[in-house]
């Protein structure tokens, strides 16, 4: 069932809306032939603000880089903007804006741990007067962080040329109420001669600033509240607090108050050697301030409210997916474990990323995931291969289209994948993070089949099979992010930031 009728009326009674063209925008740092990646430059975290008109990227070296969107929404008489006419969309642009150090390494003599400088999360928060706020974290440290315009100051129209100051080539000594131990006590220096007839006119010194810089202030450090590595933070609906996750504990924190946290979930068992799952990713809903989810190592997602209890050891539901009956192996556990979750616009949905699937949930049906999309199926017979040399541990982050109507997420050989979630919907796209993103676009994707819990699976192809390409697992896309209002998605490929628009 296609969509494309040609009438104009809403995916809901018209049927999937058509596929995608996906088309390349931009690329910052883009790798030469033969050109080896630094591991600091390696992008570690990507986010858009709520507008996107702001791009924030974290680096394994501790660095953010921030970019700005410079197209606007007016389009002018330009030839390029005649050029695009064809286009539905209009085609966003960003240029670099400007780039800080979050964090350095660190060494904690406690532990004797070191603790690498490597950003794992960025979020955005509200913006106020002009300047832009974020938070930022490694694996212990989370950064507050306040990037505003300055103006830069400088001294001008100084009423005497400082080429003709008089010099001296010994100085005299001074006393200890700073005059000359030689010279009488006069406040008129004899170096100093007023020129024949005075000056015209005095002119104080006066400030001027005509130029300015952009400068990354922290505002405030949270750190010393997690035993474990913070896996994620998540801001709040409220705009005033937000949370830190690591392995085994969920922690609330107010914006303005650095030296105290609230645990609100606690995962540790009394006797370490009865830990059966961790943490993985933590979520605030985005609309209710009092509703966050959680993922586990198991595959489960639990979905709690805050004004139940102060501490929030029982959920008030739990997503997860019946183990089928005789698949089990010694790889079940470790594909199950999910990497990110992340809620939809409007706080319905959940979509989720384990190494083999992304799952959509209705948080208002626990019962089972509403749609399945498989990304990594042609792998499982090489999850010997993929287990020993830790290809099976990489966490693949997920992302959902502003409309909600697209999923999308990362694999190996530098691929992403795209799906359609609409009703009927048999989109889905293989795209390469390269100047040309369909090299190895599929043409003929799979049918949606249909299980006894209507959820939809899609994707079981191999991508670039069709054109002999085997999986480089060194190349893999594992962060990416996906424009909040328009259908642009932006990609990490180690140190390349790529940008495609649809």
């Not at 992008?43 to 953010?64: C, N, P």
């Not at 924190?253 to 009394?270: A, G, M, R, Y």
Request: hydrophobic letters at 30%; glycine letters at 6%; charged letters at 25%.
């Amino acid at each position: 069932m296609k969509g494309g009728d040609g009438t104009v009326s809403s995916a809901a009674t018209s049927g999937p809306p058509p596929s995608l063209e996906w088309r390349f925008s931009q690329v910052f740092g883009e790798r030469t032939a033969g050109e080896e990646v630094q591991e600091v430059d390696i992008i570690s975290a990507i986010e858009f603000d709520k507008s996107g008109d702001h791009l924030a990227t974290g680096d394994r070296g501790g660095r953010v880089v921030l970019f700005e969107r410079t197209d606007t929404k007016h389009h002018g008489g330009s030839r390029r903007d005649a050029e695009q006419m064809d286009y539905s969309v209009r085609h966003p642009e960003f240029r670099y804006k400007t780039e800080f150090q979050s964090h350095e390494p660190e060494f904690d003599y406690l532990k004797s741990l070191e603790i690498e400088e490597k950003i794992n999360k960025i979020r955005w928060c509200q913006p106020a007067n002009g300047a832009l706020f974020m938070l930022s974290t490694n694996d212990k440290t989370i950064k507050y962080w306040k990037v505003q315009e300055k103006k830069i100051k400088k001294i001008c129209e100084m009423n005497i040329d400082p080429d003709n100051l008089p010099t001296s080539s010994s100085p005299l000594p001074l006393v200890a109420n700073g005059v000359h131990a030689d010279k009488p006590h006069d406040y008129l220096s004899k170096d100093f001669s007023f020129p024949p007839g005075g000056f015209p006119s005095l002119r104080l010194p006066m400030v001027t600033s005509q130029e300015t810089s952009l400068v990354a202030r922290c505002r405030r450090v949270y750190a010393h509240a997690h035993d474990y590595h913070i896996n994620s933070i998540s801001n709040s609906s409220d705009g005033e607090t937000f949370i830190s996750a690591d392995d085994l504990r969920v922690n609330l924190w107010n914006l303005e108050i650095s030296n105290q946290s609230f645990n609100i979930v606690d995962v540790k068992p009394t006797n370490m050697e009865d830990l059966t799952e961790v943490i993985t990713s933590a979520e605030f809903h985005p609309i209710h301030c009092n509703m966050l989810a959680y993922s586990s190592s198991k595959g489960s997602i639990r979905l709690i409210d805050m004004r139940q209890s102060a501490l929030c050891d029982s959920h008030t539901k739990l997503f997860e997916e019946p183990e089928a009956p005789g698949s089990r192996s010694f790889f079940t556990e470790i594909i199950a474990s999910i990497s990110d979750i992340k809620f939809s616009r409007d706080g319905r949905y959940i979509l989720s990323r384990d190494y083999m699937n992304l799952k959509l949930w209705d948080i208002n049906m626990d019962s089972g995931p509403v749609a399945s999309y498989q990304v990594h199926e042609h792998l499982r017979p090489k999850l010997c291969d993929l287990y020993e040399n830790d290809s099976i541990f990489d966490k693949f982050e997920c992302c959902l289209s502003g409309d909600g109507l697209r999923v999308a997420t990362g694999s190996y050989s530098n691929l992403f994948r795209v799906f359609g979630t609409s009703q009927g919907s048999t989109e889905a796209a293989t795209l390469e993070a390269s100047k040309n993103p369909t090299r190895r676009q599929i043409q003929t994707p799979a049918r949606p089949s249909r299980s006894m819990t209507s959820m939809v699976r899609r994707g079981s192809e191999s991508p670039g099979a069709e054109n002999g390409n085997a999986n480089d697992f060194t190349n893999k896309l594992l962060h990416m992010a996906w424009h909040p209002t328009e259908n642009s998605i932006a990609c990490a490929a180690a140190n390349s930031l790529y940008m495609y628009y649809a």
